[in-house]
């Protein structure tokens, strides 16, 4: 039941939705998901270092997807200005995911951010992540990033709603796979072939995940 989403080329979404997958798309490029049936099924991400939020705002008042992402909360002090950013983007799509950063959030979560929102997760990378504690994200999330094996693992400790996954993608441009436990060079090669077992793998990671009940609520009352 969990969502997942790629963001890529329009061949690799193709790829994916065979798999159950959902289109994904940045809201500085909607390109490669024209084609797709992305009103109330898609996710659109930000650029986070270069945020434009009524560049945004126009992305998903005229896409409608079912899950966005705000602006990420890197200071407490900006929360204010990014809950109100997120108020006015739910009025256009199902879910609003709000990405709480700073760890002056930690244990305060749910004090300081409305019940309306989700949580936004930014899984480490070498690229960034978050510095709020795990224990701090108690409702749904939506897992940004990393690679799979981690997001499997934080469910562990996460309420998760959905995900988006990109990092098999850049693996297969080298010919490498994620065999379920990591990723390795795959016995056959290929771009494509690389894509679809990857897709297959990290599916069934995913197959004995019972999501919490708050997120099954949700669910139903996003169909």
Known sequence: MVLKFITHSKKAIAIA??????????????????????????????????????????????????LTIARD?????????ILREAECLLQHCDHVAVVPKDPNLN???NELIPDAFMLG?????????????VDSF?????????RPDTQRSLAKH?????????RFTLDAQFGDYFD??????????????CLRDSLVNINVL???????AEVKKMMKVAI
């Open 180 to 193: 379920g436990q990591t990723f390795r060079p795959h016995p056959l090669g290929g771009y494509e072939r």
């Open 206 to 212: 995913w197959h004995d995940y019972e999501p919490h």
């Open 17 to 66: 939705q065979e798999y159950g997958w959902h289109p994904g798309a940045r809201y500085t490029n909607l390109r490669d998901v024209k084609s797709f049936d992305f009103t109330d099924n898609g996710f659109l991400d930000i650029d986070w270092k270069n945020y434009n939020f009524h560049r945004h705002l126009d992305a998903v008042a005229q896409h409608r997807p079912r």
């Open 158 to 166: 996460l309420k998760v709603f959905s995900l988006d996954c990109n």
């Open 107 to 109: 244990g305060r979560l």
């Open 138 to 146: 108690d409702r749904p999330v939506h897992l940004l990033g990393g």
């Open 121 to 133: 997760y930014s899984v480490p990378t070498k690229y960034g992540g978050t510095k709020v504690a």
């Open 73 to 81: 909360v890197e200071c407490i002090f900006a929360l204010d200005a």
